[in-house]
């Protein structure tokens, strides 16, 4: 198993790294659109969609995507953009957890799988122009992220005790989010110490709001990727399912690796523009 996740993820690096780093923006963009069209299968299968239904709208958001990357939308995105995705992931997030495992199914099906397409397409969005916006941006984005993930970890393992959302995701703590948080305010201090043309993401909160709303910033960043984590495991789990496919092997699926970035880049691109 080790072995095989070792495979993928190399294999994954060797993709996401040149596109990353191409001069032209659009390459991240198309390699990240065919992810998402992924993810979007992925996501229509977890609520019940037929294999074939679930391939057609897979393809049908990968199509929406590359309709946006057409119409210049991921150099800038319709102006509502961020707010929508923004008030969707935390009053839809934090509705969606409140109701729990049991909850998530008396929804439609209809309402649910467009709402993960919405979500997976405001998501690529967000990515491709996180991307356009610089690699110090966008890096800085991810860093949060992976920090956040990280730090809780170790910080749960060390001194978890109190579960936050044991009918959702047994293993998370308060204790872990904390560490999280801690870990990624450390992360900013010395990204904004290294940042010498402020173009990172704590570099444009600090600029246009000084460190107290950066701190708020950094709270509502670190929080969100929480919800998208729990968010996914609570679709898993309504679903009966471990991982949300077996595209990575050793990894699971594409939601599995993206579902803490979905909330945190629009909202990240929301605060930004502020």
Request: hydrophobic share 60%.
């Amino acid at each position: 198993m080790l072995k095989q996740r070792v495979i993928t993820a190399l294999v994954l690096l060797g993709l996401l790294i040149p596109a990353l780093l191409a001069p032209d923006a659009r390459w991240f963009a198309l390699l990240t659109l065919a992810f998402i069209g992924a993810a979007g299968w992925e996501w229509m299968r977890l609520n019940g969609a037929a294999s074939g239904v679930a391939i057609a709208l897979g393809v049908a958001l990968a199509a929406a995507c590359a309709g946006a990357l057409a119409a210049g939308w991921t150099q800038r995105p319709p102006t509502p953009a961020w707010g929508l995705a923004a008030v969707a992931w935390v009053l839809g997030g934090v509705l969606a957890l409140r109701a729990g495992v049991a909850g998530w199914p008396r929804l439609p099906n209809g309402l649910r799988m467009a709402l993960g397409l919405l979500l997976l397409w405001l998501g690529w969005l967000a990515l491709a122009q996180a991307r356009a916006l610089g690699l110090n941006f966008i890096l800085s984005v991810f860093c949060l992220v992976w920090m956040a993930d990280i730090a809780a970890y170790f910080g749960g393992r060390r001194f978890g005790r109190r579960k936050l959302a044991p009918a959702i995701s047994p293993g998370k703590s308060w204790e872990g989010a904390v560490s999280g948080l801690l870990g990624v305010l450390v992360l900013a201090l010395l990204w904004l110490t290294l940042d010498g043309d402020g173009s990172s993401l704590y570099g444009r909160l600090m600029a246009a709001h000084g460190p107290a709303l950066l701190v708020v910033g950094v709270l509502l960043l670190v929080g969100m990727s929480v919800v998208g984590d729990l968010f996914e495991s609570l679709v898993k789990r309504a679903a009966g399912a471990k991982d949300s496919s077996t595209l990575l092997p050793g990894h699971g699926g594409v939601l599995d690796r993206i579902d803490a970035l979905l909330p945190v880049f629009p909202i990240a691109l929301a605060l930004a523009a502020l």
